[in-house]
C-alpha cells in the first residue's frame, strides 16, 4: 500500500511539473515571437514620451517668457509725484542693482563722475526692457546712484573691514563677483571712507519700519486699502505710520515727537496754530525744516519744489479745461469779427472826399483796393 501511495504521489508530481514545463515553452515560445514586436513599441513609446516631454519643456518655457514680459511692462506704476510704486518697483530696483554691479567700476565712488554717455545708455536700457515713462528718469537715475554706492558698502563690509588686518586675503578680488578686476580691488577703499559713512550713519535717528518699501510703498497700500491718496495724507501722519509697530506703538525716543505732533494738531483746531508750506506740523515737531534735495515724511525723491510748489492733478485738470473753454470761446468771437468785416467790405461805403492815393507811376488806386 506504502508503494502503491508513494508512486501514485510521484506520478502527481510528474503530470505536475511537465505542465508546467509545457506551459513555460509556451510562454518561451511567445515571447520568442512578440519579442521584435514589444521592442518595437517600446522604441515608439520611448520617441513618444520624449516628444512629449520636449514640447511641455518649450511650452513652459514660453510660459516663462510671458510671464516675465507680463511682469516688465504690466506692473510699473506711479503715484501722482511720478515716482515708480508697487511690485514692479521693486522688480526694476533690484534688476538695476544687477546691471549696476556688472558695468560701473568700483572706484568710482562719486557717481558725477560716471561718463553721461553710460548713465544715458543705462537709461535706455531700462525704459525698453520696463515700458518706462520719461517722468521717472531722474528716479531712475537716483536708483543707478543709489546701486553703486550699496555695492561699495556691501564690499566694504562683508569683505574688506573683516579683514583690514590681513591684506593677503584682500590680494584677489571674491569669486562671487568676477567682473571686479584685480588691479580695481587693491585700490578700493580706505579707512577714511569708512569712518565718513559710520559717521553720517549715526547721524540718523528715529528709524522707520518700513524695510525696502519705504514712503512710497506704505503710501501706495493705504491708497489700494482706503482710496486716500497720498497728497491727502499729512506728513506727520505718514512719518508715525512709518515709525509704528503692528500694535501701533512707538519706541521710546520717538514717543516724544508723537506727543508734540498731537499737541501740535489740537492746537491747528484751536486756531492757534496754522501749518503752511514748509511751516508744517512735522517741521516743527522735529525742528528740522526740509532741506533743498528731500521732504520729511513724504519719501524718496521728492523735493520740496515738487511738494510745495506743484500743483495737483486734478487742479491742473481743471485750469486746463477752463483755459479750452476760454479759447474757443475767443476764437468763436474772432470768427463772428472776421464775418462781420468781410461783410462790411463789400457793401458800398459813400465817396470820401479825401483825393486817392497816387502809386509813384502817377495812377490812381481805388479804395477797395
Known amino acids: 500500500?506504502?508503494?502503491?501511495?508513494?508512486?501514485?504521489?510521484?506520478?502527481?508530481?510528474?503530470?505536475?511539473?511537465?505542465?508546467?514545463?509545457?506551459?513555460?515553452?509556451?510562454?518561451?515560445?511567445?515571447?520568442?515571437?512578440?519579442?521584435?514586436?514589444?521592442?518595437?513599441?517600446?522604441?515608439?513609446?520611448?520617441?513618444?514620451?520624449?516628444?512629449?516631454?520636449?514640447?511641455?519643456?518649450?511650452?513652459?518655457?514660453?510660459?516663462?517668457?510671458?510671464?516675465?514680459?507680463?511682469?516688465?511692462?504690466?506692473?510699473?506704476?506711479?503715484?501722482?509725484?511720478?515716482?515708480?510704486?508697487?511690485?514692479?518697483?521693486?522688480?526694476?530696483?533690484?534688476?538695476?542693482?544687477?546691471?549696476i554691479r556688472e558695468t560701473i567700476s568700483i572706484l568710482l565712488d562719486d557717481w558725477r563722475r560716471v561718463p553721461l554717455e553710460i548713465k544715458e545708455t543705462l537709461w535706455l536700457h531700462f525704459q525698453k526692457k520696463f515700458k518706462l515713462s520719461l517722468k521717472c528718469k531722474s528716479q531712475v537715475l537716483k536708483w543707478m546712484k543709489i546701486a553703486s554706492r550699496n555695492f561699495r558698502s556691501e564690499l566694504a563690509a562683508e569683505f574688506v573691514l573683516p579683514n583690514k588686518d590681513d591684506r593677503k586675503s584682500l590680494r584677489l578680488p571674491p569669486i562671487e563677483y568676477p567682473s571686479i578686476k584685480k588691479e580695481y580691488w587693491k585700490l578700493l577703499f580706505d579707512k577714511e571712507k569708512s569712518k565718513k559713512a559710520k559717521v553720517k550713519r549715526a547721524k540718523n535717528v528715529y528709524n522707520h519700519r518700513l524695510g525696502s518699501t519705504r514712503y512710497g510703498g506704505m503710501l501706495y497700500r493705504k491708497k489700494n486699502k482706503s482710496g486716500v491718496s497720498e497728497r491727502e495724507i499729512d506728513r506727520s501722519e505718514a512719518w508715525l505710520m512709518a515709525r509704528a509697530d503692528r500694535d501701533g506703538k512707538y519706541a521710546s525716543d520717538v514717543t516724544p515727537i508723537a506727543e508734540k505732533i498731537n499737541d501740535l494738531k489740537s492746537q491747528i483746531e484751536q486756531g492757534t496754530f496754522q501749518s503752511q508750506g514748509s511751516h508744517a506740523i512735522l517741521g516743527q515737531a522735529l525742528q528740522k525744516q526740509p532741506n533743498g534735495s528731500r521732504v520729511q515724511g513724504v519719501g524718496q525723491f521728492i523735493t520740496p519744489s515738487m511738494y510745495f510748489h506743484v500743483l495737483d492733478a486734478t487742479e491742473l485738470a481743471r485750469e486746463r479745461k477752463m483755459y479750452q473753454e476760454s479759447f474757443q470761446f475767443m476764437f468763436a468771437q474772432l470768427e463772428l469779427m472776421n464775418a462781420w468785416l468781410n461783410t462790411y467790405n463789400n457793401t458800398e461805403v459813400g465817396s470820401s472826399n479825401f483825393p486817392k492815393p497816387k502809386t509813384s507811376t502817377g495812377v490812381q488806386i481805388d479804395n477797395d483796393q
Open 1 to 99: 500500500v506504502q508503494k502503491l501511495n508513494s508512486s501514485a504521489t510521484l506520478s502527481k508530481n510528474t503530470g505536475i511539473l511537465s505542465g508546467a514545463l509545457l506551459k513555460l515553452k509556451t510562454l518561451a515560445a511567445a515571447t520568442l515571437f512578440f519579442l521584435p514586436h514589444l521592442r518595437r513599441w517600446l522604441k515608439m513609446l520611448s520617441s513618444l514620451f520624449r516628444s512629449l516631454k520636449e514640447d511641455q519643456r518649450e511650452e513652459n518655457k514660453q510660459k516663462r517668457k510671458a510671464c516675465k514680459k507680463k511682469n516688465h511692462e504690466a506692473l510699473i506704476e506711479y503715484n501722482s509725484y511720478g515716482v515708480p510704486v508697487g511690485k514692479g518697483r521693486n522688480d526694476l530696483r533690484s534688476y538695476i542693482g544687477v546691471i
